[in-house]
């Protein structure tokens, strides 16, 4: 069983700086990438103000927009919440989605976050997957990861299991501590020795966006070209053939 997944951080429609709304020129290059599953981050689900302004903004939440007829199969989970919307995670699929759980790991005084955990049914076998954006603050990332093994300590141990998004680790400290606590390997690091750089995606410096695996017998990055992923977002995505 070989499938595609890709991860992306959608910068909430816009481009480099907030300058553009760029969603359509998004969606355009995530379909391109023929992936069978996408890990979305900072996807928008709802902002009045915005709706009311920007011209060509979707009637539907971004999640759907960017799923279209590709992706049949979509969960979503709300982790920030304002007053004109919201937006967090989101997974889409070619796989049928059995569940899907958004698990609050949000603390106290910091930014609102939540790991999205889906279980997809895959022909003869079962796939979990948990869509991740960790926060800013060293110490925030650190219970969050805590928490995400905890996440992970509940799943069965010979399921194959997919982690993958933003984990904003510039400081490259979430390797070790989940491959002690969940068995995970990062894809990147595995292949090339080192994990990617991804932001700023115009020029990639810090290693932020990750895609990690347990229980697969291959896993191999692919190369995903500078344009027109560059001006999309902020961060670069990273894409993956995983083979079970």
Same mark, same amino acid.
């Given at each position: 069983?070989?499938?595609?997944?890709?991860?992306?951080?959608?910068?909430? @429609?816009? @481009?480099?700086?907030?300058?553009?709304?760029?969603?359509?020129?998004?969606?355009?290059?995530?379909?391109?990438?023929?992936? $069978?599953?996408?890990?979305?981050?900072?996807?928008? /689900?709802?902002?009045?103000?915005?709706?009311?302004?920007?011209?060509?903004?979707p009637?539907?939440?971004?999640?759907?927009?960017? &799923? $279209?007829?590709?992706?049949?199969?979509?969960?979503?989970?709300?982790? &920030?919440?304002?007053?004109? /919307?919201?937006? /967090?995670?989101?997974?889409?699929?070619?796989?049928?989605?059995?569940?899907?759980?958004?698990?609050?790991?949000? =603390?106290? /005084?910091?930014?609102?976050?939540?790991?999205?955990?889906?279980?997809?049914?895959?022909?003869? $076998?079962?796939?979990?997957?948990?869509?991740?954006?960790?926060?800013?603050?060293?110490?925030?990332?650190?219970?969050?990861?805590?928490?995400?093994?905890?996440?992970i300590?509940e799943?069965?141990?010979?399921?194959?299991?997919?982690?993958?998004?933003?984990?904003?680790?510039?400081?490259?400290?979430?390797?070790?501590?989940?491959?002690?606590c &969940?068995?995970?390997?990062?894809?990147?690091?595995?292949? =090339?020795? $080192?994990?990617?750089?991804?932001?700023?995606?115009?020029?990639?410096?810090?290693?932020?966006?990750?895609?990690?695996?347990?229980?697969?017998?291959?896993?191999?990055?692919?190369?995903?070209?500078?344009?027109?992923?560059?001006?999309?977002?902020?961060?670069?995505?990273?894409?993956?053939?995983?083979?079970l």
């Amino acid at each position: 069983m070989s499938f595609t997944i890709l991860t992306v951080n959608t910068h909430k @429609g816009f @481009g480099f700086l907030n300058r553009r709304f760029i969603l359509h020129e998004l969606r355009e290059a995530v379909r391109s990438v023929s992936a $069978d599953i996408v890990f979305l981050q900072e996807v928008m /689900g709802e902002h009045e103000l915005h709706s009311a302004r920007v011209a060509d903004w979707p009637e539907a939440p971004h999640y759907e927009f960017l &799923a $279209d007829t590709l992706w049949k199969e979509f969960a979503y989970g709300r982790n &920030a919440v304002y007053p004109e /919307g919201h937006h /967090g995670n989101a997974l889409l699929s070619k796989f049928p989605i059995v569940s899907f759980e958004n698990r609050d790991v949000s =603390q106290s /005084g910091r930014e609102q976050r939540g790991l999205l955990h889906c279980v997809l049914r895959l022909p003869g $076998d079962t796939l979990h997957a948990v869509c991740v954006h960790l926060g800013l603050a060293e110490a925030q990332r650190r219970r969050e990861i805590e928490l995400l093994c905890g996440l992970i300590d509940e799943l069965p141990r010979g399921v194959p299991l997919l982690v993958a998004g933003d984990f904003n680790d510039w400081r490259l400290v979430a390797h070790s501590r989940l491959a002690r606590c &969940a068995g995970l390997h990062e894809v990147f690091v595995q292949a =090339q020795g $080192d994990a990617a750089r991804t932001f700023p995606a115009r020029w990639p410096l810090l290693k932020l966006d990750r895609i990690y695996v347990r229980n697969a017998a291959v896993h191999q990055p692919m190369v995903l070209p500078r344009q027109p992923w560059s001006h999309l977002s902020d961060h670069a995505p990273l894409a993956a053939q995983i083979e079970l």
